[in-house]
């Protein structure tokens, strides 16, 4: 079952605006993670943030985390064209499962 | 090698046949991971290793669906007498990450894309 879902499920911005997309868990949680998608490849991963941690930065991405509310945004500042892809959040529960438990994924288009 | 290889690429079976798809993950990874990803969906757990050991497998959606990793390196998954609904994307992951709990984003193929007709 997935666990994470993803707001929204589509998104289409121009060239230049931020893109914001947000994550929604039910479980305890040691890390989640955003991983990006292109049509017809593999997920390359994104960025970790760890259960203790409330933001983190990795060039145009920000991803906060508000452990209370269950939930995560990913923030892409700058949009560019290369940008377009599926997002997808990933949860590493607490409960030591091995696996990461994905959401559905945002579809992010970067209008030229 | 460089990222984590899958072959084939694409494959198509007819209903009841069998398959076997192949992971060679980044050489020295300890973990592997195998996943189910639907048309439109995020991917699903199947199964991990730790080296050869299959340490989880409760992903797995039924007895028809089997994989291995029998020298901690290549893995396998079979899919015996497939069936329609097995028609997914399969994404093998790896992590050089010995802990059950890893701090490490995993490592992705490309994928096999099984078409079952």
């Known amino acids: 079952s997935q666990q994470g879902e993803e707001d929204p499920q589509a998104l289409s911005i121009q060239e230049g605006e931020n893109a914001t997309m947000n994550c929604s868990y039910k479980?305890?949680?040691?890390?989640l993670q955003w991983y990006r998608q292109n049509s017809g490849r593999g997920l390359v991963h994104l960025i970790l943030?760890?259960?203790?941690?409330r933001e983190k930065h990795s060039g145009r991405l920000r991803v906060t985390l508000d452990t209370s509310k269950k939930s995560s945004s990913l923030l892409i500042t700058a949009s560019r064209a290369a940008d377009t892809a599926s997002y997808f959040c990933?949860?590493?529960?607490?409960?030591?499962?091995?696996?990461?438990?994905f959401g559905k994924g945002t579809h992010l288009i970067i209008q030229p | 090698g460089a990222g984590v290889s899958q072959s084939p690429r694409y494959k198509v079976a007819k209903r009841g046949q069998d398959v076997a798809l192949r992971c060679d993950p980044i050489?020295?990874?300890?973990?592997l991971f195998w996943y189910q990803q639907a048309l439109g969906q995020g991917p699903e757990f199947l199964t991990y290793?730790?080296?050869?050991?299959?340490?989880?497998k409760s992903g797995l959606p039924s007895d028809r669906f089997f994989a291995e990793r029998p020298e901690g390196s290549v893995s396998t998954l079979k899919i015996q007498r497939t069936q329609q609904e097995d028609s997914a994307v399969y994404l093998c992951?790896?992590?050089?990450?010995?802990?059950?709990?890893?701090?490490?984003?995993?490592?992705f193929g490309s994928g096999t894309r099984l078409t079952v007709v």
């Open positions: 990933a949860i590493r529960s607490g409960g030591g499962a091995d696996g990461l438990t």
């Open positions: 943030i760890r259960s203790n941690e």
């Open positions: 050489s020295g990874h300890v973990s």
């Open positions: 290793f730790q080296n050869e050991a299959q340490l989880d």
């Open positions: 992951a790896s992590s050089s990450q010995r802990d059950r709990v890893s701090n490490y984003g995993y490592t």
């Open positions: 479980t305890s949680i040691n890390n």
